[in-house]
């Protein structure tokens, strides 16, 4: 499936109270179905028809809410367990990939993948948060949450890329950096400082693309791309829903406000110009076809790489400062000596 | 010495050190349950200090050492030589992007700082010299809205690192912040981006950046432009980290141990160049400017007003 310009990705959203509605009965039906299980175990009774139907119909409303989610459902879109994880997009993406591992300082993160492939038959270098796919894989691989060795890792291997002239293509998809004992004594920030800086001035093309769950830093901090693309049930944004509404209510069980008031879905992010290209999801969201969400990203890092390669590197480095340069909202009121109103 | 200079001086010349002067007569740092302003309770010892007596220490309690914060223009007055200053990109104030409204409005927020502070934003940036080398300087306002880094915070900071640049003098920013602004949204966190272009691009044309991290030092400004520094130096006792003391406690569930994140933890975990009481910190500068080969000057930069907009 084919990706769309941002501009012509959707209707500017009204925040829908039809989702909100559709939610209420997903819910309902979903309680339904776990009573008649309950029912089937606990006396043998065969319900299964009636199951079956509620079952589609619960499908059905899921289908209706990822058509036209609200922000809060769009995290949820967005957390969901069996979207296609980095080792998917890598396989729908390259060939004769070979992970490499650790940051020859510390040990390896397994919350980071790294490595070589082709893309096209020419080598590429690739670096993506890892998810796992269950609970085991989830706790060996920490939730996708990489520590500063992490990113180390991955910024040396952004080096290998630009020593091949190949490019390199990020894959973001956590929910956050690593808030834990060791990651501070080891430097988390000046760890994600020092990838910033690192992909500022790399010299070969970048790609990045938001799958899943953009977390702040420790997203942005292999998100500096000259072209940044991002499914449309991802979310970016600068804090979780649940953590800023702990901030500002102290109540963390008010992310559904606190996700609407953040704008983070991809709309948003396209329309402040932090997001270049919004890759449509098949219907359901991509958990309910990964190989097509899978084929669209490919799809989408393949044109962009395409025509990032035709670009001169002083260019390409010159049009990355000033994409990050622009990014932000605010006026130039001029010096209070001067008087008021010299707007910029 | 030149704790004698500032902190008490009543007249600076020239117009640009007025904010300086009006924090100086603003009595805005008064601690509550200590009458008239005239004593300061020391947080740490509890010491009862005479305000004057802690403003001639530089805000260092005579007691326990304990840095008191101190508010962007105070710390420019107390690093700057003296009428050295010339501060840029005063005008810029943000926009309400996400129309964000939690208690309050955000322009709310940031008019009722503004006041409070008497500054436009959570940075203070311009030309000064240090022990006569010519600097770029920044300085954070913790007092605005808890040093928290928007489009204004990123754009300052990028802005100063191209004059930088331009100017061939090195780049001294103190960072005093919670981290990026949560109602500027993804807005905020990609500032993150922007100073890191900025700052690239001057690494590269071989100027140093000087980086002094105060108390608090966190989150998305730690893990952007402070820790981007060729040096990088602390102040004794900052708070210095990525996450959250609270996040880290629920997220490993265990008590961190006293002095956790602290800037002689992060010294001794090799991620500090130096901690520098505040008494050596004017002299340490000026003498790592002549080390890095900043300009010598004995009058303020010859940039003309003007100027600035060919550097935007």
Redesign the interface.
């Known amino acids: 499936m084919a990706a769309v310009p941002s501009d012509r990705a959707g209707m500017p959203g009204a925040a829908n109270a039809s989702a909100e509605r559709l939610e209420r009965e997903l819910t309902q039906v979903e309680r339904e179905i776990a009573d008649l299980k309950r029912i089937t175990t606990a006396r043998g009774v065969d319900l299964e028809r009636q199951i079956t139907a509620l079952e589609s119909r619960a499908d059905a409303l899921r289908e209706a809410i990822a058509a036209d989610p609200s922000p809060w459902q769009t995290v949820r879109l967005a957390r969901h367990p069996d979207r296609p994880k980095v080792g998917d997009y890598i396989a729908g993406l390259m060939t004769d990939f070979i992970e490499l591992h650790g940051d020859r300082t510390f040990r390896d993160d397994p919350a980071l993948v790294t490595g070589l492939g082709f893309i096209d038959a020419r080598p590429a270098a690739v670096v993506g948060h890892a998810k796992g796919r269950d609970t085991r894989e989830n706790i060996a691989r920490n939730f996708g949450m990489p520590n500063p060795e992490g990113y180390r890792k991955a910024l040396r291997i952004m080096a290998v890329a630009e020593k091949l002239h190949a490019p390199v293509v990020t894959l973001i998809d956590t929910p956050g ?5 060791e ?8 760890a ?3 990838a ?2 690192g ?3 790399l010299r070969t093309p970048i790609v990045t693309v938001i799958t899943g769950e953009g977390g ?2 420790g997203a ?2 292999i ?2 791309g000259d072209a940044v693309l991002m499914l449309d049930k991802a979310v ?4 979780s829903p649940e ?2 509404a702990a ?3 102290r109540d963390g069980t008010r992310g559904a406000e606190a996700a609407r ?4 879905t991809a709309r ?2 396209a329309e ?1 110009g ?1 997001v270049d290209e919004i890759i449509p999801e098949p219907a359901g969201g991509a958990h309910s076809h990964p190989d097509l969400a899978v084929a669209a990203v490919a799809e989408g890092v393949r044109r962009h790489l395409a025509a990032l390669a035709s670009r001169p590197l002083d260019d390409l480095l010159a049009a ?2 000033q994409k ?2 622009r ?11 001067s008087g008021e109103g ?1 707007m910029a | 010495m030149y704790n004698r200079r500032h902190l008490e001086t009543t007249a600076a010349p020239g117009s640009e050190f007025r904010p300086v002067l009006n924090w100086i007569r603003s009595p805005k740092q008064g601690s509550s349950d200590v009458p008239a302003g005239l004593w300061t309770k020391c947080p740490r010892c509890a010491t009862l200090i005479y305000r004057k007596e802690l403003d001639r220490n530089l805000r260092v309690c005579s007691r326990c050492g304990y840095h008191h914060r101190l508010s962007a223009t105070d710390r420019l007055a107390m690093v700057l030589d003296e009428g050295s200053f010339r501060e840029h990109d005063e005008g810029l104030v943000p926009e309400d992007p996400l129309e964000f409204v939690d208690e309050q409005p955000y322009p709310t927020r940031v008019e009722e700082a503004q006041r409070r502070t008497g500054l436009p934003e959570a940075i203070v940036t311009g030309v000064g010299t240090i022990e006569g080398r010519r600097a770029v300087v920044g300085a954070m306002e913790f007092g605005f809205l808890g040093g928290s880094m928007g489009a204004v915070v990123g754009e300052k900071v990028a802005r100063s690192a191209e004059r930088a640049a331009e100017l061939r003098c090195p780049l001294v920013v103190f960072a005093a912040s919670g981290g990026a602004r949560m109602q500027e949204g993804a807005l905020s966190l990609l500032q993150m981006a922007k100073v890191s272009v900025a700052l690239g691009r001057l690494g590269s044309l071989g100027v140093m950046f000087l980086s002094v991290l105060c108390d608090p030092t966190t989150g998305g400004v730690a893990a952007s432009f402070a820790f981007q520094g060729d040096i990088i130096m602390a102040e004794p006792g900052a708070l210095i980290g990525f996450a959250g003391r609270r996040v880290i406690e629920q997220t490993i569930r265990q008590k961190l141990p006293e002095g956790f994140q602290t800037a002689e933890f992060l010294m001794e975990h090799g991620l500090l160049d130096a901690i520098v009481p505040r008494q050596d910190l004017r002299p340490t500068l000026g003498r790592l400017l002549r080390l890095c080969g900043a300009p010598a000057t004995a009058s303020p930069p010859p940039l003309p007003a003007d100027a600035q907009d060919s550097i935007a």
């Open positions: 950096a690593y808030p834990g004992k990651a501070e004594e080891r430097g988390q920030s000046e994600i400082a020092r910033l800086l992909m500022a001035g702040s830093g942005l901090a998100g500096v970016y944004s600068v804090i953590g800023c901030i500002l209510w008031a953040l704008r983070l948003d992010l402040w932090i990355r400062y990050y340069r990014i932000g909202r605010l006026q130039d009121v001029g010096a209070p000596q010299r």
